[in-house]
């Protein structure tokens, strides 16, 4: 895997953008076109961009006034597309588990929620039952007490 720079990263740090939403959609487009191109020969690389534009959405986002719908749709339209990406990428399990790491804590700081759709692919970036079964594992607890009858709200 090659040293590579990506134009988007520096586009994305916290607050970068005003309350306007056009120009966050034009640099959401730019930044997924740049990792589909990057995709095609090097997939493993395409990956850890995507990863990394999911981790800097939100806190780049936070100012941005989403009330049209236009921003709400570029990111779900982004992580639809970029999604497959991560997927795709043929990496060991050590690492896939790092990004779904990685992945878990951009959802769990995800405060306006931008990426929640994240959560809707989370077995499929799973890629394999071994993973998908250590992550169950992981939300089990957590599962368990929400559909526990003793919680509050219930009964």
């Known amino acids: 895997m090659s040293a590579h720079k990506w134009q988007f990263a520096s586009r994305f740090?916290?607050?970068a953008f005003g309350w306007r939403?056009?120009?966050p959609v034009q640099r959401i487009k730019e930044a997924v076109s740049e990792i589909k191109q990057v995709a095609r020969k090097e997939p493993v690389l395409a990956a850890e961009g995507a990863i990394t534009l999911l981790e800097k959405l939100s806190p780049a986002l936070e100012q941005v006034d989403s009330s049209s719908g236009a921003l709400g749709s570029a990111v779900n339209k982004a992580i639809d597309t970029l999604v497959p990406i991560i997927i795709k990428a043929d990496v060991e399990p050590k690492l896939r588990q790092r990004w779904l790491e990685r992945l878990w804590q951009a959802l769990q700081d995800d405060e306006m929620p931008y990426i929640e759709l994240l959560g809707?692919?989370?077995g499929e970036l799973c890629v394999t039952p071994e993973l998908a079964s250590r992550w169950a594992d992981e939300f089990m607890p957590v599962v368990e007490s929400v559909?526990?009858?003793?919680?509050?709200?219930h009964g």
């Open 13 to 15: 740090r916290r607050h």
């Open 120 to 122: 809707d692919y989370w």
């Open 147 to 153: 559909w526990s009858l003793n919680a509050s709200g």
């Open 21 to 23: 939403s056009d120009t």
